[in-house]
C-alpha cells in the first residue's frame, strides 16, 4: 500500500507548487474579469465608463454593405478601466476593443462593424461590453433599415 501512497503524495505536491502563482505582481487582467471566481473579488477596484452615445443609426443600406462605427467612451472612473470583451448579439455584428488598460479621465472608443448581407428590414444588433465596472456590462446598439438588393426586383 505504500508504494501508491508515495508517488500519489509526491504527484498531488508537484500539481500543487505547479499551480500555485508565487509571482503576483497586483496587475488586474481581462481574465480575472472574466473568471467568476475572480470577478466579484472586493480586491479588483472597479471602475466607470461614460459612452458618448450608446445608440447609433445608419440609416438605410442596401443588402450587402458593411456599417461601420466606433462607440466612443471615456474612463469616468478613479481606477484603470478594463474591458475584458465584447460580444455582438450574432455573428453580423463584430466588436473590436481596447486590450489595454484605459487610465481614468482617458478616451477610447469601440469600433463595431455590422454586415447587413441577408439582413432585410429593420436591423436593431447590440454589442455588450464587460468591464471592471458596476454593472459589468453595458450595452451599444446599432440599429437601421437594410434595404433588399435593387437589382434582384
Excluded at 447609433?56 to 470583451?85: C, P, Q, R
Aim: hydrophobic share 35%; net charge negative; aromatic share 8%.
Amino acid at each position: 500500500m505504500n508504494r501508491f501512497y508515495i508517488p500519489a503524495l509526491l504527484f498531488s505536491t508537484a500539481i500543487f507548487l505547479i499551480s500555485c502563482d508565487q509571482k503576483g505582481d497586483g496587475k488586474i487582467t481581462p481574465d480575472m474579469i472574466n473568471n467568476s471566481a475572480t470577478a466579484t473579488n472586493k480586491d479588483i477596484p472597479s471602475s466607470e465608463i461614460k459612452f458618448d452615445e450608446d445608440t447609433f443609426n445608419f440609416g438605410t443600406v442596401i443588402e450587402g454593405e458593411k456599417v461601420a462605427h466606433s462607440f466612443s467612451f471615456t474612463n469616468t472612473g478613479k481606477h484603470d478601466l478594463i474591458i475584458s470583451k465584447a460580444l455582438g448579439s450574432c455573428g453580423c455584428t463584430v466588436p473590436e476593443w481596447p486590450k489595454e488598460p484605459i487610465r481614468p479621465g482617458q478616451k477610447s472608443s469601440i469600433d463595431v462593424v455590422f454586415n447587413s448581407d441577408r439582413r432585410v428590414g429593420k436591423a436593431m444588433k447590440d454589442v455588450t461590453v464587460y468591464a471592471n465596472t458596476e454593472p459589468s456590462t453595458h450595452k451599444v446598439v446599432i440599429t437601421g433599415f437594410v434595404k433588399g438588393d435593387p437589382s434582384e426586383e
